[in-house]
């Protein structure tokens, strides 16, 4: 087994912070000097944080604990009824117990985590884009294609969808992912910045499609700023920045990030891309 092999065994337990100091010390040392298995800590432990913070965030709509109270109410009547069975067979009390407290658990856990299967099947793309950064946290999006650098992405794109891709190289950018998916026969792009303050999310789409609300569209008034002059800054989401912007009057883009609106803008304001 060789380094990365066993760092991958112990990455778990290395997000849980469950590790011995011996493997502790051995992880450390060897996320330092490997990049792919630090991107691989760095994205569970963002995952980790992530579903934490909406559970902890998120309350049980009150129909919903009068449901599980019932429900409750319920396996107990049941199990006074059947106290000989379970007196006799004590492991099928704890499977019966066991089970209903799993189910409770479901119940709460799809409540207080997106749906995060929906990645593109929505049609306001700036809601959309949120969504799917959120979803690229926690792991339920992941780029098909990584490079060191945009233009290693190229030949993904290529031919792939009926606009051009704008590839934007990033200063300080570790590696970024290319993601490719189909809404209703509609081709989009998404790219994955990797920084190291966190991830830089950017989806991309046809303009003339999402101007018409041709299944992805936007508000009047983000579609009259795109238009008049390139560019829509959202300032009522509270958590993320989302920036829009126009690439060759063909392609929408929006970019969505953990760091500020301005410095978010300015990454992309310039027209240094590589394009084919």
């Known amino acids: 087994m060789n380094d990365c092999q066993k760092t991958q065994k112990i990455l778990t337990e290395a997000v849980d912070e469950r590790l011995g100091e011996f493997d502790r010390n051995f992880f450390n040392t060897h996320i330092q000097e490997c990049p792919a298995c630090r991107n691989d800590y760095e994205l569970d432990s963002l995952t980790k944080a992530f579903i934490k913070s909406k559970i902890g965030r998120h309350k049980t709509p009150e129909n919903v604990a009068t449901r599980i109270r019932q429900e409750i109410e319920k396996q107990a009547t049941s199990a006074q009824r059947s106290v000989g069975f379970f007196t006799k067979y004590p492991l ?98 998404h790219l994955v910045y990797k920084m190291p303050a966190g991830i830089i999310y950017v989806f991309q789409a046809n303009w003339n499609d999402v101007r018409k609300g041709n299944k992805i569209s936007l508000s009047n008034n983000v579609v009259s700023s795109l238009s008049q002059t390139g560019w829509y800054v959202n300032g009522t989401h509270e958590e993320y920045s989302v920036v829009m912007w126009l690439y060759n009057d063909e392609t929408v883009c929006t970019a969505v990030s953990s760091m500020e609106k301005s410095a978010l803008q300015e990454l992309f304001a310039t027209n240094n891309y590589n394009q084919w």
Do not use: T
């Open 92 to 189: 099928a009390r704890a499977a019966m117990i066991g089970m209903l407290v799993i189910g409770i658990v479901f119940i709460l856990y799809v409540l207080n985590i997106p749906n995060f299967q929906k990645s593109v099947q929505a049609a306001d793309m700036m809601d959309q884009s949120v969504e799917n950064y959120v979803a690229i946290l926690a792991g339920a999006i992941q780029p098909a294609e990584i490079s060191q650098h945009v233009n290693g992405l190229q030949d993904f794109f290529d031919n792939q969808v009926d606009f051009p891709v704008a590839l934007k190289p990033v200063a300080d950018c570790e590696w970024v992912g290319g993601v490719l998916s189909n809404y209703e026969g509609l081709p989009l792009a």
